[in-house]
């Protein structure tokens, strides 16, 4: 049988638990939330174009690229009438200065998204060309220009950063109530040793 002391000493670590365990469950299926809605909007904080009945979108993960670090170019392309394309061909050229530096082969996109990884060798502007094989309206081509600008590694400190997303914002939310549950049971501890003396 435990005495009334054990009990309370019990609660007090069983409480904190349960309830790290709770928050830890509704991040979780909040994340779950996000990723599953995330693809059938638009990608927030993207340059956006719309040229005929093609709206196309472009975004850079980091916001800032920096040279010789991988980067991700996020693309999104749909109907002026917000309609989600499936399987558009486009080919993607990037050039810095007007001169070329990578062209893919025809790529088909499907259900309006594309991420395209690319690494940059140098600072500076450059050129992201995204050319679309109208299949849809009027069979012509379409080319959408978004200008990308590449950073150092020393200037990317310098740039505006994005703000907090929500998984940013869980990770603060997770380890503020770890502290906190750690500062409970260490609080009351030091007091229960206290008592004892």
Do not use: C
């Amino acid at each position: 049988m435990m005495s009334n002391r054990d009990r309370k000493y019990f609660v007090s670590l069983f409480v904190p638990m349960t309830l790290l365990l709770l928050l830890w469950f509704l991040l979780f299926i909040s994340m779950t939330l996000v990723e599953q809605r995330v693809f059938a909007d638009t990608i927030k904080g993207a340059i956006r174009q719309r040229i005929g009945n093609y709206d196309m979108e472009m975004k850079t993960l980091p916001a800032n690229p920096v040279t010789n670090t991988n980067t991700k170019i996020q693309l999104r392309i749909g109907s002026v009438e917000g309609d989600e394309l499936v399987d558009i061909p486009i080919v993607i050229r990037l050039s810095k200065g007007g001169s070329e530096l990578t062209r893919t082969n025809p790529v088909s996109v499907t259900y309006g998204h594309y991420t395209f990884p690319y690494t940059f060798n140098q600072t500076g502007i450059y050129s992201l060309d995204v050319d679309v094989y109208d299949t849809s309206y009027n069979s012509q081509n379409i080319t959408f220009t978004f200008p990308v600008t590449v950073v150092s590694p020393f200037m990317s400190f310098f740039t505006p950063s994005q703000p907090l997303n929500v998984v940013s914002l869980e990770i603060v939310l997770v380890v503020a109530s770890i502290s906190g549950v750690v500062g409970t049971v260490y609080i009351r501890r030091k007091k229960a040793r206290a008592m004892e003396s």
